[in-house]
């Protein structure tokens, strides 16, 4: 079996999404923050997304994972990395809940290191867990098509321009598109997240929004949270009025939606 890198895990509620199938807003997940980042290391030529809200984990090897030692107590124990899938699963067993709904593969990037996350998929789904997973990139659609049976549910991040996640910007958006594309072919609940700034332009979220129109996927439209010391700045309501607007041009309304990030408005993992 493989081994891998994680940030943190913890048990906690998802706070992004909104009413559109494969959303989990608002249910209880376990989190797993894998380790790594591809649109950080420059694969599309820049630094990653300048609103980036876990920059720890672009770090591909770190030496520590904290753990929180029972859910819901939000403190932690540091643990040792590499970690194997099955210490993983362990972990996820101590933190399991009544209330559960399902595993959150998030990062970084989940699909960064590849026969890790997909031994850790493969050793949830037995062991009877639904899975979510928080995307944003991977050139590999073969690897992500075996995958994709193993996936419940998924949040596909299709980046807005301006999170400067890419020199060629609709390259990226196609990227994202077609690892959409693939997941929902093989029965993953998906939908698009894309977050927007006060600098978004409308002409480009329409440029989403009608790829994701053309395979029929969810999109909701999330105001971007304010990182201190930064110049990004929340969208007008405006801004998010006219979105949505454009958005039903190529999607029925209950595949429109908008979201915040609801756990960090009530200050929760
Ligand atoms: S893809 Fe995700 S982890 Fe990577 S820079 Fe963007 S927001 Fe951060």
């Not at 970690?83 to 989940?110: A, C, N, Q, Y």
């Not at 960064?112 to 639904?130: C, N, P, R, V, W």
């Not at 990139?137 to 301006?162: G, H, P, Q, R, W």
């Not at 979105?243 to 939606?257: N, T, V, W």
Request: proline content about 4%; overall charge negative; glycine content about 6%.
């Amino acid at each position: 079996m493989s081994q891998g890198y994680v940030q943190e895990i913890f048990s906690s509620f998802q706070g992004e999404g909104a009413a559109v199938e494969g959303s989990c807003y608002g249910l209880r997940q376990i989190f797993i923050r894998f380790s790594g980042c591809p649109l950080a290391l420059g694969v599309h030529g820049t630094k990653g997304c300048i609103w980036c809200d876990s920059p720890k984990s672009w770090s591909t090897t770190p030496s520590k994972c904290l753990v929180e030692t029972q859910a819901g107590t939000q403190s932690f124990e540091e643990i040792s990395n590499p970690l194997t899938p099955e210490e993983i699963l362990d972990f996820v067993k101590k933190l399991s809940t009544k209330d559960l709904h399902s595993v959150s593969l998030t990062g970084g990037e989940p699909l960064y290191q590849e026969s890790f996350f997909e031994d850790i998929t493969s050793l949830l789904k037995e062991a009877g867990y639904k899975t979510y997973l928080e995307t944003a990139y991977t050139d590999n659609f073969v690897f992500l098509e075996k995958l994709s049976e193993k996936i419940d549910f998924a949040c596909v991040d299709i980046k807005d321009k301006t999170a400067n996640a890419a020199l060629e910007w609709e390259n990226l958006v196609n990227q994202e598109v077609e690892m959409s594309r693939i997941l929902k072919n093989a029965g993953t609940k998906v939908f698009a997240k894309t977050v927007i700034t006060k600098a978004s332009k409308k002409e480009n979220f329409e440029i989403i929004a009608k790829k994701c129109g053309s395979i029929d996927l969810p999109i909701v439209i999330q105001f971007v949270t304010p990182i201190v010391n930064s110049k990004v700045e929340q969208p007008t309501w405006e801004q998010v009025n006219d979105f949505s607007q454009i958005a039903g041009k190529f999607l029925s309304p209950e595949k429109i939606g908008i979201s915040i990030q609801m756990h960090k408005a009530v200050e929760i993992l």
